[in-house]
């Protein structure tokens, strides 16, 4: 029986010093090389930090599976089993570390029987460590966290990305949306991480946000702390959250997550 607490102990040294790397790096000049299209960018540093996790892990477990976003070549296909499976995202907003910006996160999950056990979400830069362990609660730095309690859109404030994909029908979906959106809320925000923006629904922060065509990488651990923050996520078209399906929504309340989704204009990115 694997123990839960001793994956958690483990990783958090991992990340913690993974995250090193990030804040010693971070306002360095770095060698920048793109993946799937000219703002999809990877760096040395997100490999480095990636290997670091996975063989860190792998020296405790070495029969755990990984989902790892530079492990994964662009456009492979994952598969997700049953097996202990770590879902890593090494740097969650490279185009903000890339740039200096300092909202950039480590985002990390554990995954058993397909039900995510662990996440954990670390902005080493503005040292902001979000944690959550299933039926535990969500924690920043180490303080409890819970989500708004509001109900209503026309009350909200939003998390929204373009994404890092410039294909013409997303580009044209979300700009409908972020047109019928903008006059419906209180107000749009972006933090460039799919990871930090789900935190930033469960620290209350904001209350509702959205994204299509991210990976699993980007949302396995944001999940988990917005669920164990009291929050939900499901499918931005109201249907139960897929971690596979490339589409999250993630809101303080269930009236929220429901209003949003039934005006949403979907898009439907090929499965992870
Ligand atoms: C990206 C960030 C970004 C989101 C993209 C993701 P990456 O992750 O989370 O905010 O809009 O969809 O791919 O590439 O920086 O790990």
């Known amino acids: 029986m694997l123990d839960i607490d001793e994956c958690y102990i483990e990783i958090l040294r991992l990340v913690k010093q993974a995250g090193s790397i990030i804040r ?8 920048v090389l793109t993946k799937s299209c000219d703002v999809d960018l990877v760096t040395e540093w997100d490999q480095k930090v990636e290997k670091l996790v996975i063989d860190g892990v792998l ?8 989902i790892g976003e530079e492990t994964t070549a662009s456009g492979q296909k994952i ?16 185009m903000n570390f890339v740039h200096g910006l300092p909202h950039t996160c480590i985002s990390v999950a554990l995954l058993i029987n397909k039900t995510a056990e662990i996440g954990i979400v670390y902005n080493p830069i503005l040292e902001q460590l979000f944690t959550a362990r299933k039926g535990k609660g969500a924690f920043l730095n180490g303080a409890p966290i819970h989500v708004s309690e509001e109900k209503e859109l026309r009350k909200a404030l939003i998390m929204v990305e373009m994404g890092t994909s410039r294909d013409p029908e997303k ?6 949306n972020i047109t019928l959106l903008t006059a419906r809320v209180h107000g749009l925000r972006s933090l460039g991480s799919a990871a930090l923006n789900m935190c930033m629904v469960a620290l209350g922060g904001v209350d509702v946000c959205f994204e299509f065509g991210i990976h ?43 209003e949003l989704s039934k005006i949403l204009v979907q898009y439907y990115p090929e499965r992870d």
Do not use: N
């Open 24 to 31: 010693e790096k971070i306002y360095q000049p770095k060698d």
């Open 59 to 66: 020296s405790k477990y070495p029969d755990h599976k990984f």
């Open 79 to 94: 598969e997700l089993t049953d097996a202990p499976t770590w879902i890593i995202d090494p740097i969650d907003g490279t």
């Open 171 to 176: 580009l044209k979906i979300m700009l409908q």
């Open 216 to 258: 699993a990488w980007d949302i396995a651990a944001g999940d988990l702390i917005v669920r164990e923050a009291g929050g939900v996520s499901i499918d931005p078209a109201g249907g139960p959250f897929d971690v596979m399906s490339r589409r999250t929504l993630c809101a303080s309340t269930k009236e929220l997550a429901q």
